[in-house]
C-alpha cells in the first residue's frame, strides 16, 4: 500500500528496468522517467528530478497533491508484480527524499 505524500514528509517508489537496448528509471507517484545505457546512470538523473520537482513545489508553496499522481498502470503492475511478461529489472523501492538531500 503507497502512502500519502505531503510537502515536509515523502517518499517515492522507483523501479529501473531494462527494455530491448535501454534502462528505464521510473518514479511512480511523480510519473516521471528517464531512460539511457547504464540502470546506475538513469537512477542518479531520476532522482535528480525528483528532487528539483520537490524543491519546486516547496519553492512554490503547491498543493500536495502534485506529489501523489496516479501512477501509469503499466507502471504499477510492474511495482506488484503483475506485468507479462517480466521485465529486466535492475533495482526497485521506496526511496525517502530526504535521504536523497535536503529538499
Given at each position: 500500500m503507497k502512502s500519502k505524500n505531503a510537502l515536509q514528509k515523502w517518499a517515492v517508489r522507483y523501479i529501473?528496468?531494462?527494455?530491448?537496448d535501454a534502462w528505464y528509471a521510473v518514479?511512480?507517484?511523480f510519473?516521471?522517467?528517464?531512460?539511457?545505457?547504464?540502470?546506475?546512470e538513469v537512477?542518479?538523473?531520476?532522482f535528480e528530478a525528483v528532487r528539483g520537482?520537490?524543491?519546486s513545489a516547496r519553492k512554490a508553496k503547491l498543493?500536495?497533491?502534485i506529489l501523489n499522481q496516479e501512477p501509469d498502470p503499466e507502471y504499477e503492475a510492474m511495482w506488484e508484480?503483475?506485468?507479462?511478461?517480466?521485465?529486466?529489472?535492475?533495482t526497485f523501492g521506496e526511496?525517502?527524499?530526504?535521504?536523497l538531500a535536503n529538499v
Open positions: 529501473v528496468f531494462k527494455e530491448r518514479a511512480l507517484e510519473n516521471m522517467v528517464e531512460s539511457g545505457d547504464d540502470p546506475r537512477l542518479l538523473r531520476l520537482y520537490v524543491r498543493s500536495s497533491d508484480g503483475r506485468k507479462t511478461p517480466k521485465p529486466s529489472i535492475y526511496q525517502p527524499l530526504r535521504a
